[in-house]
């Protein structure tokens, strides 16, 4: 009877502990309290033994018992603590009713979005689309190019030159060297790519820019093929309305050269502020590829013609978009890029 009356005391303390509990450190100081090596129920199976041989079995079952529920109840007071801390962790810091911020859509920057244009137009026509380096050779960006050392266009083109030999390109056309250089013709490519020229920052001129390279060598290609593919671009680019001219130009890689211009989409070639009062914007130059440029890379003049061109994206964006400064392109501004 008063091993009955003191199991049942054991068992009621340990009640009163566990619902006191805060912490899992709690828990685990009853767990060594009650059921540990020198716990409350381990030394009442040591006091078994203190009982007349007839009773010892059955106290052990109680005890037995009353440990197995005690396990119970340990392990289910972890888990509400930790569901209860949970709970103030969770109120702490979320407030699942508080209005979200408006999320801010990102778009894809004017000039990417024209390059990108440009470039599926020509590569659903199979064109290869290929990067080159922006640090460049002097004999890639010039003497491959039929501009030797002494040659005043190389003036014109305002180049930035690094330690070495080295410049930053101030055109795409390095590319058509490399690439002839690497593979025999025939060859449809596109390459676009960022130039630096060492203008003055204005409206309409940025030492940074970007070009894009077109290139086509075969036997039998003409220029009727280049301005036809022009006019498509355009018609592609700015709408089916679109003419385009050729004005003779000069380039030392082709021979001959033209100015690429298209009627003006602002007012549809009647002549308005964007062009001038011209009715044509001139987006890029092209011509049919020089001879002596095949001969350095290797190429018979006598078998194979090409053409080649380098339009600006800047300037076709500007176009497109109504934007009258080519610095808005670059500023960031978040008013100016939402538009898009
Ligand atoms: N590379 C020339 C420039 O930057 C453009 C051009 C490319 C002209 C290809 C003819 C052929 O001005």
């Not at 020198?38 to 040591?46: D, F, Q």
């Not at 922006?134 to 930035?160: C, K, Q, S």
């Not at 890689?253 to 009627?263: L, N, Q, R, Y």
Request: proline share 7%; with cysteine; aromatic share 8%.
């Amino acid at each position: 009877m008063d091993f009955e009356r003191a199991l049942a005391g054991v068992e009621s303390t340990f009640e009163q502990r566990l619902g006191a509990a805060t912490r899992d450190a709690d828990v685990a100081e009853i767990q060594v309290a009650f059921l540990g090596r020198s716990g409350e129920l381990t030394l009442m199976r040591r006091a078994i033994g203190k009982l007349p041989p007839e009773e010892r079995p059955a106290a052990g079952q109680r005890i037995n018992a009353v440990a197995e529920r005690m396990e119970l109840r340990l392990a289910s007071a972890l888990e509400t603590l930790r569901a209860r801390g949970l709970d103030a962790a969770l109120k702490q810091h979320v407030d699942a009713t508080f209005p979200a911020a408006a999320r801010r859509r990102g778009s894809i920057h004017p000039i990417r979005r024209t390059l990108q244009d440009v470039c599926d137009f020509f590569e659903r026509r199979g064109y290869a689309v290929v990067l080159g380096p922006e640090v460049e050779t002097e004999y890639h960006a010039f003497d491959a190019l039929n501009i030797p050392p002494d040659h005043p266009a190389r003036e014109g083109f305002d180049t930035f030159y690094l330690p070495g030999g080295l410049l930053l390109r101030p055109h795409t056309s390095p590319m058509q060297v490399r690439t002839m250089l690497a593979h025999q013709p025939p060859l449809a490519l596109v390459v676009p790519g960022r130039c630096y020229r060492r203008d003055a920052l204005d409206a309409r001129h940025s030492f940074a820019f970007h070009q894009v390279e077109g290139l086509v060598v075969a036997e039998g290609i003409t220029m009727a093929h280049l301005k036809g593919t022009m006019e498509a671009m355009c018609r592609e680019l700015f709408g089916p309305q679109q003419r385009v001219r050729f004005r003779p130009s000069y380039f030392p890689f082709t021979e001959p050269s033209a100015e690429v211009d298209t009627t003006c989409p602002g007012c549809n070639g009647i002549g308005c502020r964007t062009c001038s009062g011209s009715g044509w914007l001139e987006i890029g130059g092209s011509g049919m590829v020089h001879p002596n440029v095949f001969r350095e890379v290797g190429y018979d003049p006598s078998r194979v013609t090409g053409w080649a061109f380098g339009i600006g994206p800047e300037r076709i964006a500007m176009v497109r978009h109504g934007i009258d400064d080519i610095r808005e392109f670059v500023d960031n501004e978040p008013a100016f890029l939402e538009q898009f």
